[in-house]
């Protein structure tokens, strides 16, 4: 895996045993964001592109961490990036540019860009404060691509911190002021209205119900992350319906979430320095546990029906299964290796590799069998 920070750095790691691969140096400010490009053909190896407050954007080999190409036509400093198709990918902050994996720069949109998603594979909607832009991206018979701007969209009070896709026809947005919409891809038109909180508390705009982060499953379950706690609506019929809710998950403003142990787990990371694991109490009927299929139904212990009927009476609160507490700063983010375990990085400085001691114990187990089989005489 990749982290980055204040330092100027990023640096590839192992992940098994914490060792540091490379560490790619080159930019002269903090660096604000990280991508990963896929090969596109073959022959290709995957490239990480860093973004910085410095104005430059790198492309660096993922292998051997050498930069391959500096690119500063965007002339802007960078907030975000975004990963398209066919090798393209957009970045955003002072303005939006479009790139290809070679560092060639196709062109620059005027616009102060703070998240974006892809819709369609053929439109960008992009968080500008608080609207949403679309642009098309559209292709020139000599392999030139272009971003035409064809629609704002103005309806949040606040300014829009997440965004996230939910299908082809559908995607969501989250504000400041705890507004949720839900758009339609084919008209740009909000369709529903979530969780709409707009009011502020004490003198200054605190914002206790800002939603932090946004995700999606199955196409049906909207997960937002609204003040210090979440909230999991069923999108799937005509009206929605809050299914599941943890108002006081933390002490302090959910900053990011997301599935561990594959789909097992809901874990949020917050400003109150910790990482938390959320899930259901095992079964007395492990049948039942191991029949689970669907990421819910793996977190909830419930099926999409159990779940809906549960609802009709009071959400369903997750139990709290597990705390990581080791940061000193805010948990900025995390990532999941499965079984495996997972890594925290914090406004601390600190990245840390937080391993599953279940596997841990099976693997210090392995070891030792072999050991002793391979020992001639009394141990």
Known sequence: FVSAGDDKKAVIWEVQYGRRIATLIGHSLPITSLLLLPPVEENEEALIVTGSSDKQIRIWNSETGECLHVLTEHG?????????????????????????????????????????????????????????????????????????????????????HSLVLISAS??????????????????????????????????????????????????????????????????????????????????????????????????????????????HKQTLDPWKDGMAVTTMEKFAGLQSHELLQAAASSPWEPSLLGECCAHGGSVQGFLDFEYEGIVTCSSDGLVIIWKNSEMQKVRRNQAVRKLLLNCDGIV
């Open 76 to 160: 802007a400093s960078v907030k975000c990036l975004h990963l398209l198709h066919q090798g393209l990918f957009c970045a955003g902050g002072e303005n939006l540019s479009l790139w290809n994996r070679k560092g060639q720069h196709f062109c620059t949109a005027q616009d102060y860009i703070n998240s974006m998603i892809l819709v369609k594979n053929e439109y960008i909607v992009a968080a500008a404060d608080v609207e949403l832009v679309c642009y098309e991206v559209s292709h020139d018979d000599d392999g030139k691509s272009h971003l035409l701007r064809i629609k704002q969209m103005h309806y949040h009070n606040e300014a829009v």
């Open 170 to 279: 559908a995607f969501a947005s989250g504000s400041v002021d705890g507004m949720i919409l839900v758009w339609a891809t084919s008209s740009l038109q909000p369709i529903r209205i979530l969780h709409p909180v707009s009011a502020s508390e004490g003198d200054i705009k605190r914002f206790p119900h800002s939603v932090q982060s946004l995700m999606c499953l199955q196409e049906r379950y909207l997960f937002a992350a609204v003040g210090c706690g979440f909230y999991v609506y069923d999108i799937s019929n005509d009206k929605e319906t809050l299914v599941i809710q943890k108002k006081s998950a933390h002490l302090s403003k959910i900053t990011a979430m997301g599935f561990a142990c594959e789909g097992e787990l809901l874990a949020t990371c917050s400003e109150d320095k910790c990482l938390r694991l959320w899930g």
